[in-house]
T-cell receptor, first 108, second 112 residues
Framework: GQQVMQIPQYQHVQEGEDFTTYCNSSTTLSNIQWYKQRPGGHPVFLIQLVKSGEVKKQKRLTFQFGEAKKNSSLHITATQTTDVGTYFCEPGNTPLVFGKGTRLSVIA | SAVISQKPSRDICQRGTSLTIQCQVDSQVTMMFWYRQQPGQSLTLIATANQGSEATYESGFVIDKFPISRPNLTFSTLTVSNMSPEDSSIYLC?????????FGSGTRLTVV
């Protein structure tokens, strides 16, 4: 199945700082999904991106799908401690195949 | 989106025994999957649970070790057979369709 590279693997930020994680594919994706997994929890679906150049926002979270549909990003503005967790991209396959994730820790 | 009830939430099992994990979905879903996740790691797909036919296993996973049932569109089970300490992990089911997938809360298995 399609594989994606997710960077960075870890990110430590001060509360209030911004955070971005990137998901890159060598092939064109039909769509991409983002999930968040809190420590000790299970992955929770955040968003699906389908269109080239698509941008979607959920409060402080901004999701982008590249024009070539080969990369995607998740940007969090002014991080809060509730943002702590691992963020996974999933390149729209069936079955679901996840990237390694970016683990975000927020220092209060 | 679908809501999944997964049980048990955790168990401690003796090596050589088997454990069956159940996932009940509150609506009919086309696709159901089973994953394994080691602490701090990403999710590894074990198999796709096919309704009415044998599950489709990923490389490294076999039916004898991880038999799966999917008797209808709302229910599936995964059995971890003849367990060894290497099987200690979190097991998750997922269900949904092309518009999004939901995960069960996971089963934390410890084999002693």
């Amino acid at each position: 199945g399609q594989q994606v590279m997710q960077i960075p693997q870890y990110q430590h930020v001060q509360e209030g700082e911004d955070f971005t994680t990137y998901c890159n594919s060598s092939t064109t994706l039909s769509n991409i999904q983002w999930y968040k997994q809190r420590p000790g929890g299970h992955p929770v679906f955040l968003i699906q991106l389908v269109k080239s150049g698509e941008v979607k926002k959920q409060k402080r979270l901004t999701f982008q799908f590249g024009e070539a549909k080969k990369n995607s990003s998740l940007h969090i503005t002014a991080t809060q401690t509730t943002d702590v967790g691992t963020y996974f991209c999933e390149p729209g396959n069936t079955p679901l195949v996840f990237g390694k994730g970016t683990r975000l820790s927020v220092i209060a | 989106s679908a809501v999944i009830s997964q049980k048990p939430s955790r168990d401690i099992c003796q090596r050589g025994t088997s454990l069956t994990i159940q996932c009940q979905v509150d609506s009919q879903v086309t696709m159901m999957f089973w994953y394994r996740q080691q602490p701090g790691q990403s999710l590894t797909l074990i198999a796709t649970a096919n309704q009415g036919s044998e599950a489709t296993y990923e490389s490294g996973f076999v039916i004898d070790k991880f038999p799966i049932s999917r008797p209808n569109l709302t229910f599936s089970t995964l059995t971890v057979s003849n367990m060894s300490p290497e099987d200690s992990s979190i097991y998750l089911c997922s269900a949904g369709n092309e518009n999004g997938y939901t995960f069960g809360s996971g089963t934390r298995l410890t084999v002693v």
